[in-house]
């Protein structure tokens, strides 16, 4: 995949971090509330799934992108939003991406809540960031606000 708004995953996280989190989690083992997104595929249409956590603050539930126009953003806008989220059970949602100028107070309280963890996660923001800097930015990073939806992935 080559977009500049994407940053790749290390072999660590590729080969060992993700299928490892991704069982865990689909069982709902870990804790603090990492799940896995299934989605289809926009190609394949074969259900994928990727560990993630939500983020719970700002007023609502998101879905946020660190590393910008990943397969799982792309499946889930194919998918027009629809998916579930597995731990230990499914829970079906629609994930709506948020424009940017909405995103820009959620990404500046996920900053906020990551703490010194932001610099793992974002080459360009801190949890200082200022509005306007996140502004500056925040195309790169796309962000979904979930809703329960009672629809197939």
């Not at 660590?12 to 069982?27: D, I, M, T």
């Not at 394949?44 to 990943?70: C, D, M």
């Not at 998916?83 to 990404?107: C, F, K, N, Q, Y």
């Amino acid at each position: 995949m080559v977009d500049s708004n994407y940053r790749a995953p290390g072999i660590v996280h590729r080969k060992l971090l993700n299928p490892l989190l991704g069982k865990l989690a689909g069982r709902g083992v870990l804790p603090g509330g990492t799940v896995v997104l299934v989605v289809p595929g926009r190609v394949s249409g074969r259900l994928r799934t990727v560990p993630l956590t939500p983020f719970a603050g700002a007023g609502g539930r998101f879905l946020i992108s660190p590393r910008g126009e990943t397969d799982w953003v792309r499946n889930l806008r194919a998918a027009g939003g629809h998916a579930a989220l597995r731990a230990g059970t499914t829970e079906r949602i629609r994930a709506t991406e948020l424009s940017h100028d909405a995103a820009v107070p959620v990404l500046q309280s996920y900053l906020r809540e990551l703490g010194r963890m932001a610099k793992v996660f974002f080459d360009d923001l801190t949890p200082d960031s200022s509005a306007a800097e996140i502004a500056a930015v925040a195309h790169r990073y796309p962000v979904f606000v979930l809703a329960g939806d009672g629809s197939a992935p």
